[in-house]
């Protein structure tokens, strides 16, 4: 495989999963740690994704700026964002996840909407601190400097002790079989203690996700009251899905 194909490659990778590892990337790739470690500190130096030890993050994972063309696969986020903003009521508690798609769905809340908002991640709290009607709580800890979001004892202690009608998470890998997953220990341990204070929990992933899976579980399908990615319900891509019995918007 060329460097330039290799480099696509990658950042097809990020771009999907937000965060990757470079043992990933050497075993897709079938190429040594070294290289791989060498073709993300090139991505990096050329600014199209950003280095962090053991991996890489995507740009749009880490910015929080308006909308810009880091963030990939944009319009079917919004789209996802669209319709789990339908499913909020006026006086509600909710849960926000971090993450790309997480963050459409904090800025396309209503001015109006009365809300109670918890939140782990730095970005989204912020984004909903710009609403007016929303009254925003933080739940601290650690800060992730991939993902900026709190992690630790502290805040999994944290959603031990609150109750959501809502909770809106994402996730890197998601199979019908398999259910969540995810590389990373700590983040695994956070969407367990947020499904665990849902009432529901909602699912918020694009297509390309599904069918994808990795070592740390998160919970079964079943754990799953609802899953909304961009597609139509009756999508032949969500048939597995909805073998599971998942809710599917």
């Known amino acids: 495989m060329l460097k330039e194909e290799r480099h696509q490659a990658i950042l097809s990778q990020v771009e999907l999963h937000n965060r990757v590892l470079l043992t990933d990337i050497a075993e897709k790739l079938d190429v040594s740690i070294d290289t791989a470690r060498r073709d993300v500190k090139e991505l990096d130096q050329e600014n199209k994704l950003r280095k962090v030890h053991g991996g890489a993050i995507s740009l749009g994972f880490t910015t929080n700026s308006a909308r810009n063309s880091n963030i990939y696969a944009l319009s079917q986020k919004i789209t996802i964002a669209e319709k789990a903003a339908s499913l909020l009521k006026d006086e509600g508690v909710i849960f926000i996840d971090g993450g790309t798609t997480c963050m459409e769905l904090a800025r ?124 139509s319900p009756d999508d032949d891509q969500l048939k597995l899905f909805r073998n599971n019995q998942v809710h599917l918007i």
């Open 108 to 231: 396309i809340i209503p001015p109006k909407l009365k809300l109670t908002c918890f939140t782990l991640s730095l970005p989204v709290a912020m984004e909903l601190n710009t609403k007016p009607n929303v009254d925003v709580i933080f739940i601290g800890g650690k800060i992730s400097k991939d993902a900026q979001i709190a992690i630790g004892a502290n805040a999994t202690h944290a959603l031990s002790e609150i109750r959501v009608d809502y909770g809106f998470i994402g996730t890197g890998y998601v199979d019908a079989i398999e259910g969540l997953t995810d590389f990373d220990w700590d983040v695994v341990q956070l969407k367990k203690a947020v499904i665990k204070a849902s009432k529901k929990t909602i699912l918020l992933s694009i297509s390309q996700k599904l069918n994808s899976r990795h070592r740390y579980k998160t919970c079964d399908m079943n754990a799953i009251d609802t899953m909304i990615t961009e597609l």
